[in-house]
């Protein structure tokens, strides 16, 4: 029995899919089936149930999920001792990010965290889901810190550690009739066709939250992952965007004004699981993350 067995059993029991573990684990899908069969047959039992279209665990399997836990529970804390001991971390880090957040600089942060920790593996994913997938997967242990932007009332389960609050713009084609004023207010976009990111997305849950306590509805008529491409929608389709204000050259034939109300302010925060300490790992990223951001108003 190995711990790289049981990592492959206990990513596809939560994921119930050997796709998915896979992917989660970075690994090939034939290398996890083939870890779990060598686990089988060392405890000679089954430990999945298996269909050409399902996965789920067997009765065996079920019993045997919380002591695998244990044993990689141990077997993680006994080499981050060794690892503390010697001043030398060890092991991986799984990061899960969003598209486009300038306000952090990863790629320097993990260069800096790499210096000083060359013994652990990094690991970015970033997500199509948005913020509700990253905290998802933080919940799950499919990553160890994600970046989201989320309320601590959307994060149960998280502990939030704020680094950037950004202001929302309203993008309109230059034509409208609203792209005169200095700034627009929510009431003011009553009725029109927005351009937003699919449910999931952290602006999209405050925008949707925002419209909905105002008892207004929107219709949203173009859904995007990338935030960046939201003046070029806007322009297309003669509609709207509420958006957190980001570091990227606008379309032209678009204005950006200010949304009014002061209350409209996106916060983006580091996500690791509630209740536990984090890793040595995490906690030492996030010691040297201060260096790599900033809240200058910018996404």
């Known amino acids: ?11 596809v029991a939560e994921e119930l899919s050997f796709t998915r573990a896979a992917s989660r684990l970075f690994a090939a899908q034939s290398t996890v089936s083939a870890g779990v069969r060598a686990l089988e047959e060392g405890l000679q039992a089954s430990l999945f149930e298996r269909s050409t279209r399902t996965v789920a665990l067997s009765p065996a399997g079920a019993a045997f999920l919380p002591e695998a836990k244990a044993v990689i ?3 993680e804390r006994a080499s981050e001792v060794v690892g503390m001991a010697s001043n030398r971390l060890q092991g991986s880090l799984r990061i899960g990010t969003m598209t486009r957040i300038t306000a952090l600089d990863l790629p320097r942060l993990v260069g800096a965290f790499r210096q000083r920790h060359p013994l652990v593996d990094i690991h970015i994913q970033v997500s199509g889901s948005g913020s509700g997938g990253i ?4 919940r799950r242990g499919r990553l160890d810190l994600g970046v989201v932007a989320l309320k601590s009332g959307e994060a149960s389960d998280l502990d939030l550690r704020p680094f950037a609050t950004i202001p929302y713009v309203v993008i309109l084609p230059a034509e409208h ?4 004023r200095e700034s627009i207010s929510l009431e003011d976009l009553a009725g029109e066709n927005f351009v937003d990111g699919p449910s999931g997305f952290g602006s999209r849950a405050a925008m949707d939250r925002a419209f909905t306590e105002l008892g207004l509805a929107r219709r949203i008529s173009v859904e995007i992952t990338d935030i960046a491409t939201a003046a070029s929608y806007v322009r297309a389709i003669g509609g709207a965007a509420v958006m957190p204000h980001f570091q990227a050259a606008y379309t032209a034939g678009v204005v950006v ?5 002061s209350m409209h302010m996106l916060a983006l925060s580091f996500a ?8 040595p790992a995490v906690s030492a990223l996030l010691d040297l993350s201060c260096n790599y951001t900033r809240d200058d108003g910018r996404f």
């Open 1 to 11: 029995m190995e711990i790289r067995q049981l990592r492959y059993f206990v990513a």
């Open 73 to 75: 529970a141990a077997a």
């Open 135 to 138: 905290a998802e997967d933080v």
């Open 177 to 180: 009739p609203l792209a005169q």
């Open 257 to 261: 004004k200010p949304l009014s109300g």
């Open 272 to 279: 690791v699981r509630a209740g536990r300490a984090p890793s």
